[in-house]
């Protein structure tokens, strides 16, 4: 049983009292029967005797003068009544709070996401969500992945939606890949176009484009630096720094070009997309929490949620080269390893 801690009840003797005890002693009280507030709390009458006993002998005086027709409360345990009743109300309280948290009636959700998926494939799984938990406060953080991790680790969000372009091997964190899609080059549709029509890029052909380049943090930045490295130039920049929507402004306005996922293309006619290959550049979307910690009720059950809600869609509707991963294995949701996989033959992926 819990104890009651004495500060609650402002009496150091307290200690050692038991709610169990206290439930007991304001039946009796109520009732100003031993017989009948047994009844009323659902034991034998002995029992709740003994218990008053013991409840009298730890506080150290009397709280009932005992009658053959019944009990009524001493002095002290007139003094001990209001403490007893609050203490069991704000116990009452608490559980039910905790049922209700359990039950998703209350609670918070704490969600981070990278920018590009926030205005598209979030912003409709939301919806489904709230429309389901409206009473659920929904705290969304929105930044690049890198640090997205950084506030899961620190305890800052329960979950976040985070991208990457290798296997998911940070150890602190449990990740759930959803979906995989294409990088392309996006360029202005009223400027000439970066290569011909149906035709695509090479890696190596973004060395003639400048970049629009998104800032440190986004890993969009560092795969198509790495992937230009790789083709052995360092890109030209002609803006960086910028956020998502930034950088798809400045490539509309015709600053340069830009590595984007195909999913932000939507409601974006200013915009051209051009294929990238040599390699095939691509991104995972996982979903993330930490490691060892209990998803709470809210986290728990968007993650559900948003599969489901991944499920219902067409391809049509996820977009061109965006591909739905199958589910992953209890053990693996609960981050116990995996057997080994062989290498994706598409080449590298991508984030941001």
């Not at 149906?198 to 003639?208: K, N, S, T």
């Not at 290959?277 to 009720?297: E, F, Q, Y």
């Amino acid at each position: 049983m819990l104890a009651v801690a004495s500060i609650a009840l402002g009496y150091d003797m307290l200690d050692r009292v038991q709610l169990q005890q206290l439930n007991y002693f304001v039946a009796a009280a109520q009732t100003q029967h031993f017989t009948r507030a047994a009844e009323l709390v659902g034991v034998a009458q002995p029992t709740l005797s003994k218990q008053l006993r013991v409840l009298e002998d730890e506080l150290g005086t009397p709280l009932f003068d005992r009658t053959p027709s019944g009990a009524t409360l001493t002095q002290a345990g007139q003094v001990l009544l209001p403490f007893a009743s609050r203490i069991l109300s704000d116990a009452d309280t608490a559980r039910r709070q905790l049922q209700e948290l359990a039950g998703l009636r209350r609670g918070r959700l704490r969600l981070g996401a990278t920018p590009s998926l926030t205005t598209g494939l979030l912003a409709d799984a939301l919806s489904a969500f709230h429309a389901r938990y409206p009473e659920l406060e929904l705290n969304i953080q929105e930044s690049g992945s890198q640090d997205l991790v950084q506030l899961l680790r620190a305890g800052e969000i329960d979950v976040a939606l985070i991208i990457s372009s290798r296997p998911y091997d940070e150890p602190s964190l449990v990740t759930t890949p959803l979906l995989r899609e294409d990088l392309v080059v996006v360029s202005a549709a009223g400027a000439a176009p970066p290569a011909p029509a149906g035709e695509v890029l090479r890696v190596a052909d973004l060395q003639a484009h400048p970049l629009v380049m998104f800032r440190p943090g986004y890993d969009l930045r560092d795969v198509t630096l790495a992937a230009c490295r790789a083709a052995g130039f360092e890109p030209s920049l002609a803006v960086e720094g910028g956020e998502m929507d930034a950088v798809l402004r400045f490539a509309e306005a015709g600053l340069g070009v830009a590595v984007v996922p195909s999913m932000v293309l939507a409601s974006r006619p200013r915009l051209r997309a051009t294929p990238l290959v040599d390699p095939r550049l691509r991104r995972t979307v996982a979903l993330a929490h930490r490691r060892g910690i209990a998803l709470a009720p809210a986290a728990a059950a968007f993650r559900h949620a948003l599969r489901k809600h991944l499920e219902t869609l067409t391809q049509e509707q996820l977009g061109q080269g965006i591909e739905l991963l199958p589910v992953r294995t209890p053990l693996e949701l609960l981050g116990l390893p995996r057997a080994p996989r062989r290498a994706d033959s598409t080449g590298h992926g991508a984030a941001g």
